[in-house]
């Protein structure tokens, strides 16, 4: 339904739910997945309050006709392109909503007017095209550009997610500021701290946890968490394990490094199982695998230090998770991660091994400083809310309607 919004029913948002499914993409689990769930847990009902209904658009709502999956079924490739932008607008044009959010600006259609709101998590494709690009199929990759970038410049407005991001939308879509919307994402309530422990109770907790993990209770835990594409520059912690692995310590007091995530089916796997066994290091790093959301607070907590070399990231989630936890964390000083992490100190440049080395044997060596710095990254983190983040998404909703019912 597009055109006014009637002054004598309920306006109506849908919300596109698609990325519940662990079927649609690659969504489920992650930061998309995260954002979602969280919104949907507060949205409801301060909608209701404020006089708007929500409906979520999971795959049941947005059902695809029986002629629609038999198209898409025959093509050779290209078969959610064909289905987002041919077949969701067919399906949309069928609903009574006066709004739509997609919270992924890929998953929205290029062509169905102006009447959504779309999140924008991040342009990194576009800022690394050489990453994302694979040889052979550089059409495919600005055709799905030139999709994903319409859908942002054609909505009504545009949410993202950090001042960085922000940033990039205006310069490289040329979608003006006032139509962009700043909403940080935050930290789950289970996300609990760990500061309380700290003192003789943490050590033998961080133990105890790291057995029910299936780790070496007595090294110390270099943890990382999140997906392995090369954006991410997950094999820079190998070469930061490898100098730490050089230094005269104990074999009880060399770290371990942790790699949690889905990552098992990811192009790059390959790749890093090989770069482990060519720097020797298939004894010091343990491959976890996903992590069902209701253990990631112990995996948290079973860690001493929070390592992520991104070179890009939208927002940076589980930096703000293992801050609320109450690790230190170490991260590049690049894109969203200052706005995350807040503390210079923690921020590194240049992505030089020996200095991330460096960082992490002092946190070893001196547990005052690694405490104090845990407690000022709870204090931190706890400044993020989910409910913050779902009150600045209704206000988006509501300006919207209020201007189409005027």
């Keep these: 339904m597009t055109g006014s919004v009637s002054a004598h029913r309920i306006p109506a948002v849908g919300i596109d739910a698609r990325g519940l499914s662990p079927a649609y993409k690659a969504h489920y689990g992650r930061g998309t997945w995260r954002y979602l769930c969280e919104l949907l847990r507060y949205l409801p009902q301060m909608a209701e309050e404020s006089g708007v209904s929500i409906q979520q658009m999971d795959e049941n709502y947005l059902r695809v006709g029986s002629v629609a999956s038999a198209i898409s079924d025959i093509l050779p490739f290209g078969r ?22 997609f919270i992924s600006h890929g998953d929205a259609p290029a062509f169905f007017g102006g009447n959504t709101v779309v999140t924008v ?8 095209p050489e990453l994302y690009s694979r040889p052979g199929q550089g059409w495919r990759f600005k055709f799905a550009r030139y999709l994903e970038n319409r859908a942002a410049r054609t909505a009504a407005s545009v949410i993202v997610i950090s001042e960085a991001t922000k940033r990039d939308v205006h310069r490289l879509l040329d979608v003006p500021l006032e139509r ?21 109770q943490l050590p033998e907790m961080k133990k105890e946890l790291r057995q029910d993990f299936g780790l070496n209770p ?14 991410k520059n997950v094999p820079f912690l190998l070469d930061v394990l490898g100098r730490l692995k050089e230094e005269p310590l104990p074999d009880q007091q060399k770290p371990q490094l942790v790699l949690a995530g889905r990552i098992e089916k990811d192009d790059q796997y390959p790749a890093l199982l090989k770069r482990i066994s060519e720097l020797d290091l298939t004894d010091d790093v343990v491959l976890l695998g996903f992590v069902a959301d209701d253990r990631l607070r112990d995996l948290y907590w079973a860690a001493d230090i929070f390592m992520f070399p991104s070179r890009y990231e939208g927002f940076g989630l589980p930096l703000l998770e293992a801050m609320a936890c109450g690790v230190p964390v170490l991260a590049e000083n690049n894109s969203s991660l200052p706005e995350v992490v807040a503390d210079p100190a923690l921020l590194l440049r240049g992505f030089v091994a020996e200095q991330w080395a460096g960082e992490v044997k002092q946190l070893l060596a001196c547990p005052e400083r690694a405490e104090m710095i845990a407690r000022a990254g709870v204090a931190h983190a706890a400044r993020f809310s989910w409910r913050a983040t779902a009150a600045a998404t209704l206000e988006v909703y509501t300006e919207l309607l209020d201007r189409r019912r005027g």
């Design 218 to 231: 007595e090294r110390p835990v270099l943890l990382y968490l999140g997906g392995i594409d090369r954006r």
């Design 180 to 200: 962009i919307h700043v909403t940080p994402l935050a930290v789950s309530e289970n996300f609990g701290s760990r500061v309380e422990f700290a003192g003789g």
């Design 121 to 128: 998590l991040d342009l990194i494709p576009q800022i690394f």
């Design 80 to 101: 959610m392109t064909f289905l987002n932008q041919l077949n969701l607008p067919l399906q949309l044009g069928q609903r009574d909503v006066d709004l739509f959010h």
